[in-house]
């Protein structure tokens, strides 16, 4: 398994490091515009390779893309990340024209390429990259859902006062602070469902303390996060790599799904070999439906400023 991780800045470098890490790949492919950058990244990455025992080969790439020829599933980070007080969706105006020269770059040379898109705003950028490649539907894959569910077990765990390992919960909607909508109703701690042991209130804390997530690190940090936009990252790859099967919310080209269509924002889907292999249809209430309704048109006015 060859995979290729477009920009090599903090979440690029980090989901590199965790994909090595599980040793699941043969070779990953660091690649920036940034001169010399990406060599610096994978050499510093594979002088960790005897200390975390694993055998992944890591390269860097100054924006040549023939390194990057057969990869089976790239990784698509490239361009700017927000600062405190900023929406994903100010993003848009820089990162619109990296993402769709990077698609087009990384396909030229690994036709058969599964690609993850990051790169914020994410369901937009997956919605570009659907709209400009021609790849099938099951080949783009967009990472908001995976980390949004992560942040929401990890508050749902504190609450709870459990280990993780004892929660479960997703977040589907869009990725972005107003269209994240976290599935209280359906959360559970070891099968129990979470309403067992939290007030309305607190779950309702939850769901919010979730959906700013991403805005209480950037505020935090200065810049957004990049651990666990990693590791979600890797994640995907892994089930992909594995042919794992598992269930992610992903940002997924809809054509009637939860009554949306023309499309992309995060529903849950089956990550296997194939990509994005099925698109899970769950039944949500009428509260959820509304919710998801309303972040579909947040999603499709920012889709409306791409130029396509
Ligand atoms: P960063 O600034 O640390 O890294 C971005 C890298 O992209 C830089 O090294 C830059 O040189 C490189 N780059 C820019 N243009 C390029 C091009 N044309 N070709 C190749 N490389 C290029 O940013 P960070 O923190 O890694 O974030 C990356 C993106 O991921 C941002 O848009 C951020 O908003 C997004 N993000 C998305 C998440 C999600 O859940 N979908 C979570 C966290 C971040």
Redesign the pocket.
């Known amino acids: 398994m060859k995979v290729t991780v ?7 470098a980090s989901c590199a490091e965790y994909v090595a890490i599980k040793n699941f790949a043969s070779e990953v492919v660091l ?4 001169e010399g ?1 990406a060599e610096g990244k994978a050499m510093d990455l594979m002088q960790t390779a005897s200390l975390n025992s694993f055998d992944t080969k890591i390269t860097g790439s100054t ?1 040549d893309y023939s390194k990057t020829a057969g990869s089976d599933v790239a990784v698509i ?6 600062k405190p007080g900023m929406t ?1 969706e100010e ?1 848009i105006g820089i ?1 619109a024209g ?1 993402v769709k ?2 698609a087009s770059n990384l396909i030229k040379h690994s036709p058969d390429v599964t690609l993850i898109v ?3 705003p ?1 369901d937009t950028m997956t919605y570009l990259v659907h709209k400009t490649t021609g790849l099938p539907k099951n080949k783009i894959i ?3 859902g995976a ?1 949004d569910s992560a942040r929401f077990k990890y508050r749902l765990a504190e609450a709870l006062e459990a280990p993780i390992s004892d929660v479960d919960g997703m977040v589907i909607g869009g ?1 972005s602070d107003t269209g994240m909508v976290p599935l209280t109703r359906l959360a559970t701690r070891n099968s129990v469902p979470v309403s067992a042991f939290l007030s309305e209130e607190r779950l309702n804390q939850v769901a919010e303390d979730t959906k700013v997530g ?1 805005a209480t690190l950037t505020k935090l940090l200065g ?4 651990y666990a ?1 990693g590791a ?1 990252v890797s994640a995907l790859v892994q089930a992909i790599a594995c042919d794992q099967k598992k269930i992610f919310p992903c940002s997924a080209f809809l054509e009637g799904e939860y009554g949306l269509s023309d499309i992309c924002i995060g529903v849950p889907a089956v990550i296997g070999k194939d990509g994005l292999e099925k698109i899970v249809e769950i039944q949500l209430d009428d509260a959820e439906k509304a919710k998801i309704e309303d972040s579909a048109s947040g999603v499709k006015k920012t889709n409306g400023l791409l130029e396509l």
């Open positions: 477009v920009g090599a800045g903090a979440v690029g690649l920036d515009i940034k950058y924006n980070t490239s361009g700017i990340p927000r994903r993003l990162n990296i020269e990077v990051v790169s914020n994410m967009g990472m908001g980390l990725h991403g810049t957004s996060a990049w936009p979600a």
